[in-house]
């Protein structure tokens, strides 16, 4: 009943989005031409209407975008970026069809409407339904039931997840394990499993037992599962061997051979990367067209009068891979011998009357945006330190080097969090660090957003750490 339900899901959520996406193409000639009833009848924007419909199916079919497996654990973010990758080749396909029809005259704003249309109508759409189905689940609607073969503490944790999270809509129907060797609350034997899942008409098999000390069984299950249409999935269990601290362990494959990774890393991957440098530059490039250009000869000209010396100050700084480059910003200091090896503290007489001004609101960091460009930096991510503190804190806090997996930026989680100004106190810095290490290993572009919103909501009311 439950798959029967699955499949009839992934039916609406297509129907729904060819209608949505029909909707958007006729929004869009209503928009872009004043004669609708002319050219809504016109041959050629019905072929391209046809095209358009044809092209969805197949990139929704080849991509597997409507298995309602992945929607079931999937956040919103995880939903919108989906969306947008579909949309990509969608767009592409669609220009390609129109390319190789030469001497087809279309509408690139009629185009460009129907897909901004689409995007809005569809994401309500599915972020809407989404939120109706975590409720309806919650309630006990849409679930299914599974059942844990060994209790082991990973799928005891396991457990304890799904229980928590009625919003992912499973109903646990119980552990079986061998009796003598197990806690009391098991369902029944190893024995027990395939009548439990005949009677009980059961959904998923998670497997949390190790494999090798029981190959001839698992296979017998494995095969039952599948003439049975029941999914068949493993729970490892890594805590013998892994610490507490890698909350998120997980596999990649190296040919055939899987490979455990303790901590994940999206920057690792090369088409999250090329995102947030794409969002880097085209950052950096709209603060010097919109702010920079008239801001910064104003606080050039008010640094210069404030005492004698550079408007920059320039200073060796820990890059990504622990890498040494020059760190810009403009100078809040006297000249000073010290500024390279003594951090800045509260009412430091080094410090100028424009410079305690840029300190506070954060000002002084805007040349950075230069080392954005020289792609020394990034707009968001650990906050670089000078080589200095580097060393000294590296032996004191733990997992400090880690910070460096990543490009430094003008601001970070920390940052967004308050934990910015002095670092001498090391539990701070610890604080700090484990804000850097919950970035690096849950980057998104939404989060770079929300940091990005964060801090400058911070530098409008005022950070007491900042000086």
């Not at 060819?18 to 004669?35: P, T």
């Not at 362990?249 to 794409?278: A, C, H, M």
């Not at 880690?402 to 106190?425: C, E, L, M, S, W």
């Amino acid at each position: 009943m439950v798959r029967r339900y699955s499949q009839f899901l992934e039916l609406v959520y297509f129907l729904v989005d060819i209608l949505l996406l029909n909707i958007s193409f006729l929004l869009a000639i209503f928009v872009s031409f004043e004669r609708f009833s002319k050219i809504s009848s016109d041959r050629k924007f019905a072929m391209l209407l046809v095209a358009v419909n044809l092209i969805w199916f197949l990139v929704t079919s080849v991509g597997n975008y409507y298995k309602t497996d992945k929607e079931r654990r999937s956040g919103y973010e995880q939903i919108v970026f989906r969306f947008v990758k579909v949309l990509a080749f969608q767009v592409l396909l669609t220009f390609t069809y129109l390319f190789l029809i030469k001497g087809y005259q279309f509408s690139r704003a009629q185009l460009a409407y129907t897909y901004i249309f689409f995007t809005f109508l569809d994401l309500a759409w599915r972020i809407g339904f989404e939120t109706y189905l975590k409720r309806y689940r919650v309630r006990g609607g849409n679930y299914r039931r599974i059942i844990v073969i060994g209790t082991t503490p990973a799928s005891r944790q396991f457990v304890k997840e799904i229980q928590e999270h009625g919003e992912f809509g499973y109903k646990f129907m119980g552990y079986f394990d061998d009796p003598e060797t197990s806690m009391q609350d098991v369902e029944g034997s190893l024995h027990d499993v395939q009548d439990f899942c005949k009677l009980h008409h059961v959904d998923e098999v998670y497997f949390a037992l190790h494999p090798t000390d029981m190959s001839s069984y698992v296979d017998d299950l494995l095969e039952f599962c599948n003439d049975n249409i029941i999914r068949f999935r493993m729970v490892p269990e890594f805590s013998s061997y892994i610490s507490k601290q890698f909350k998120k362990v997980t596999i990649d494959y190296f040919g055939n051979t899987p490979i455990l990774s303790i901590r994940p890393e999206p920057l690792d991957n090369i088409f999250n990367r090329l995102q947030k440098r794409t969002f880097d530059i085209v950052f950096a490039l709209l603060f010097f067209a919109i702010i920079g250009w008239w801001l910064f000869p104003i606080i050039a000209l008010f640094v210069k009068l404030s005492s004698p010396g550079p408007v920059f100050f320039m200073q060796k700084r820990s890059g990504e891979g622990n890498e040494e480059f020059l760190c810009y910003k403009f100078r809040t200091m006297k000249v000073n011998a010290e500024a390279d090896t003594k951090q800045a503290t509260k009412n430091d007489p080094r410090i100028t009357r424009v410079g305690a001004i840029l300190r506070k609101t954060n000002l002084d960091e805007l040349p950075q945006f230069i080392n954005v460009l020289l792609g020394d930096m990034s707009v968001v991510g650990p906050r670089p330190h000078m080589l200095k503190h580097t060393e000294e804190y590296s032996k004191i806090v733990n997992n400090f080097m880690v910070r460096h997996f990543v490009k430094p930026g003008i601001t970070g989680a920390a940052q967004a969090n308050g934990y910015r100004g002095d670092t001498t106190d090391p539990v701070l810095m610890e604080k700090r660090v484990q804000y850097d290490l919950w970035y690096l290993e849950n980057w998104s572009f939404w989060l770079d957003i929300k940091i990005v919103f964060l801090t400058v909501w911070s530098m409008l009311k005022g950070n007491e750490n900042a000086f």
